[in-house]
């Protein structure tokens, strides 16, 4: 079965500074990959996706993502975090069913970020 | 630019009350999902839904539990008789479908059983 690790449960940025949250996955076949991000009492907002092709992987606010097959990675990057940016990160891994998404989470990382 | 809506915001009910959480997807998008997540836990799939089927349920979905597209708008997660343990932010998700894999999820509603 298909899973995600993320490791960090929190992770402290001071504002400016680059930041790399760390996502793992397990899965079979070539997955999808995502990230969302939810600020208290928000909803889940992608950030991007992987889906094939270009390994390095940009999204919305100044965010990209790798993916790397040979370390079941999907880390997300941002070279200068802003104070806005703090909020929780979840990683998630797609798995395709008869043209179904079911979105397998991580247990999030939060954000915080220090003047 | 569209986006999933779920009303209500917040439910509070009593353990054995029925409810209903409601939620209208981006207008031509034919993929539907529930998920949920318990407070300080990692969000987790409910059930996927098409052409008015269920195509896959998670464990968690057991008899208690039913979705239903009543309208060309609406899609509703229902809860026969709450329990305690279904307190939990439940969040919809839309998408257009293959070759669009892109889940948009609501704002969520949050459960709270007493």
């Known amino acids: 079965a298909q899973s995600v690790t993320q490791p960090d449960i929190h992770i402290t940025v001071s504002e400016g500074a680059s930041l790399e949250l760390r996502c793992n996955y397990s899965y079979g076949a070539t997955p999808y990959l995502f990230w969302y991000v939810q600020s208290p009492g928000q909803g889940l907002q992608l950030l991007l996706k992987?889906?094939?092709?270009?390994?390095l992987v940009q999204g919305i606010k100044g965010f990209e993502a790798e993916f790397k097959r040979s370390q079941s990675s999907f880390n997300l990057r941002k070279p200068s975090v802003h104070w806005s940016d703090a909020a929780e990160y979840f990683c998630?891994?797609?798995?395709?069913?008869?043209?179904?998404?079911?979105?397998?989470f991580g247990t999030g990382t939060r954000l915080l970020v220090s003047p | 630019e569209p986006e999933v809506t779920q009303t209500p915001s917040h439910q509070v009910t009593q353990m054995g009350q029925e409810v209903i959480l409601r939620c209208v997807p981006i207008s031509n998008h034919l993929y539907f999902y529930w998920y949920r997540q318990i407070l300080g836990q990692k969000v987790e799939f409910l059930v996927s839904f098409y052409n008015n089927e269920i195509s896959e349920k998670s464990e968690i979905f057991d008899d208690q539990f039913s979705v239903e597209r009543p309208d060309g708008s609406n899609f509703t997660l229902k809860i026969r008789s709450t329990k305690l343990e279904d307190s939990a932010m439940y969040f919809c998700?839309?998408?257009?479908?293959?070759?669009?894999?892109?889940?948009?999820f609501g704002p969520g509603t949050r459960l709270t059983v007493t």
């Open positions: 992987y889906f094939s092709g270009d390994t």
């Open positions: 998700a839309s998408t257009q479908g293959p070759p669009i894999y892109e889940q948009y």
């Open positions: 998630a891994v797609g798995r395709m069913n008869t043209g179904f998404q079911k979105l397998v």
